[in-house]
């Protein structure tokens, strides 16, 4: 076991993150830069679990026309093709994988069973968890929340494209100010848009910390699972 601060985490990726600059769709090489810093970390004796987004290929906002069950929907389909590609890539790297999904889609991938998936982990898979909360009206910011702690991971690693918690947008405002710790009450109240509001609340009541870090840089998995000062500790 190498010096690692957690021991059994819960990686939130977004759609968005697996598709680089293209921003739609997958790109493989961005895929695999990611799956290269999951396989290191998993290789350091860490406990992976991830929840990963659809917004690459499809965001509820997008069938604003739409009934919202519907929209809702897709975007959970969308996450379990996103659950796939990342499995491809940390099989293709060796690291056993194992796609469970809120969804039943039993040619694909298991159904999310709690038992089961920390008996994975136990076992040193990588188990990858899609179809949001299986609900409409939720985002996967609530299922990471949720999944998180029905495993008990130690703490949420959210990968954003901004590399901490600010004040305000720093690409909009450059003023805003960088948190390197905050609570989730003035996450709330001040209403900064972390993850969205039921998300946040269910992280505070289940006392779930949370390390919001940019994804840009790969690298910062790992430096993440070391308890290097990066991002911003939400707790």
């Given at each position: 076991?190498?010096?690692?601060?957690?021991?059994?985490?819960?990686?939130?990726?977004s759609?968005?993150?697996?598709?680089?600059?293209?921003?739609?769709?997958?790109?493989?090489e961005?895929?695999?830069?990611?799956?290269?810093?999951?396989?290191?970390?998993?290789e350091?004796?860490?406990?992976?679990?991830?929840?990963?987004?659809?917004?690459?290929?499809?965001?509820?906002?997008?069938?604003?026309?739409?009934?919202?069950?519907?929209?809702?929907?897709?975007?959970?389909?969308?996450?379990?093709?996103?659950?796939?590609?990342?499995?491809?890539?940390?099989?293709?790297?060796?690291i056993?994988?194992?796609?469970?999904?809120?969804?039943?889609?039993?040619?694909?991938?298991?159904?999310f069973?709690?038992?089961?998936?920390?008996?994975?982990?136990?076992?040193?898979?990588?188990?990858?968890?899609?179809?949001?909360?299986?609900?409409?009206?939720?985002?996967t910011?609530?299922?990471?929340?949720?999944?998180?702690?029905?495993?008990?991971?130690?703490?949420?690693?959210?990968?954003?494209?901004?590399?901490?918690?600010?004040?305000?947008?720093?690409?909009?405002?450059p003023?805003?100010?960088?948190?390197?710790?905050?609570?989730?009450?003035?996450?709330?109240?001040?209403?900064?848009?972390?993850?969205?509001?039921t998300?946040?609340?269910?992280?505070r009541?289940?006392?779930?910390?949370?390390?919001?870090?940019?994804?840009?840089?790969?690298?910062?998995?790992?430096?993440?699972?070391?308890?290097?000062?990066?991002?911003?500790?939400?707790?």
């Amino acid at each position: 076991m190498h010096d690692t601060k957690y021991k059994r985490v819960l990686l939130k990726l977004s759609g968005e993150a697996l598709a680089g600059e293209q921003k739609t769709g997958v790109d493989v090489e961005t895929v695999g830069k990611i799956c290269d810093k999951i396989k290191e970390i998993v290789e350091m004796g860490v406990q992976v679990a991830i929840v990963v987004g659809g917004g690459n290929f499809w965001r509820g906002r997008q069938g604003h026309q739409m009934e919202r069950t519907t929209a809702d929907y897709m975007g959970m389909l969308a996450t379990a093709m996103n659950g796939l590609a990342l499995q491809d890539a940390l099989e293709a790297r060796k690291i056993d994988s194992r796609v469970q999904t809120a969804i039943q889609m039993r040619e694909i991938a298991e159904p999310f069973i709690q038992r089961k998936a920390e008996k994975h982990l136990n076992r040193g898979r990588v188990v990858i968890f899609a179809g949001g909360t299986g609900h409409p009206y939720f985002t996967t910011d609530t299922a990471a929340v949720l999944r998180a702690t029905e495993i008990k991971a130690d703490v949420i690693l959210l990968g954003k494209s901004i590399d901490a918690v600010y004040s305000a947008d720093p690409k909009i405002d450059p003023t805003a100010t960088k948190y390197e710790e905050i609570s989730y009450m003035e996450v709330l109240e001040k209403d900064l848009k972390v993850m969205d509001s039921t998300a946040t609340a269910m992280c505070r009541d289940n006392h779930m910390p949370l390390l919001v870090f940019g994804i840009a840089d790969p690298e910062n998995i790992v430096r993440a699972v070391k308890g290097e000062k990066i991002g911003t500790i939400v707790s």
